[in-house]
């Protein structure tokens, strides 16, 4: 059973490839994007139960990833967040486990592990 992804990007490139990426290997269904955290988070806020799993970049076109992972801390048990950034420091992971973020992924090296998550969303939800 596919589940529901919110993609907040801000590279047209790499959202198109993520979009892509996540349905072909991921099973996951992108059900909207978002470049800037103005317009993440407004979207969240008008679609509270319309996603299992929302991805953040740190680095958005206006604002920041930080932003956004903030405006879901009164989601649903089953609803996940996590950070794909390229600005993977520990403080970085750090910081956005403190606001909330069920997972962090290094966009250039742990592709991996994020699909290794989403089979285990996807498997919860079955």
Do not use: P
Request: proline share 0%.
């Amino acid at each position: 059973m596919s589940f529901k992804a919110y993609l907040v990007e801000d590279s047209a490139l790499i959202r198109e490839n993520l979009v892509g990426f996540l349905h072909d290997v991921a099973d996951a269904d992108v059900v909207a994007c978002a470049s800037s955290e103005e317009e993440a988070v407004r979207w969240l806020r008008q679609h509270r139960n319309d996603w299992d799993l929302t991805i953040v970049d740190l680095f958005l076109e206006r604002g920041n990833g930080l932003g956004v992972v903030r405006a879901c801390r009164d989601r649903m048990a089953s609803q996940k967040v996590v950070v794909l950034s390229n600005y993977a420091t520990s403080d970085m992971r750090q910081r956005s486990a403190q606001l909330g973020a069920d997972a962090f992924f290094d966009k250039s090296a742990e592709l991996d592990q994020l699909v290794a998550y989403c089979e285990t969303l996807r498997h919860a939800r079955d």
